[in-house]
């Protein structure tokens, strides 16, 4: 299902980016206090290796990855668009789409 696999994608990503410094403080209004932030940076890779494994199952390897890449530049793309506009609703959107990911898969 593309739909999980955009999820996926998307949960990596925000996990990737509440990972550098710069982000974490724009989206809790403070200074990194959190000593997540490593495993933050190590979670949204497995995420998105997930995400790999699951398309490539799910398409084969030469389209499952096609697919992959596509779904990682949309998921980019939104997550800047969130820390761009919306940067406090970051959280809020990761908790939606990792419960829509875990329901998906």
Do not use: D
Not at 66 to 95: F, H, K, N, P, Q
Request: glycine share 10%; aromatic share 8%; charged share 10%.
């Amino acid at each position: 299902m593309p739909i999980s696999n955009l999820a996926l994608c998307l949960f990596g990503f925000i996990l990737l980016a509440l990972s550098m410094k710069r982000h974490f403080e724009a989206v809790f209004g403070g200074p990194v206090t959190s000593p997540f932030s490593p495993a933050f940076r190590v979670t949204g890779w497995v995420i998105l290796a997930l995400a790999a494994t699951q398309s490539i199952q799910q398409e084969g390897a030469s389209i499952g990855l096609a697919m992959w890449v596509g779904e990682l530049g949309v998921a980019a793309m939104l997550v800047a668009l969130l820390l761009t506009y919306g940067s406090r609703r970051l959280v809020i959107s990761a908790g939606a789409l990792a419960l829509l990911a875990a329901l998906m898969l």
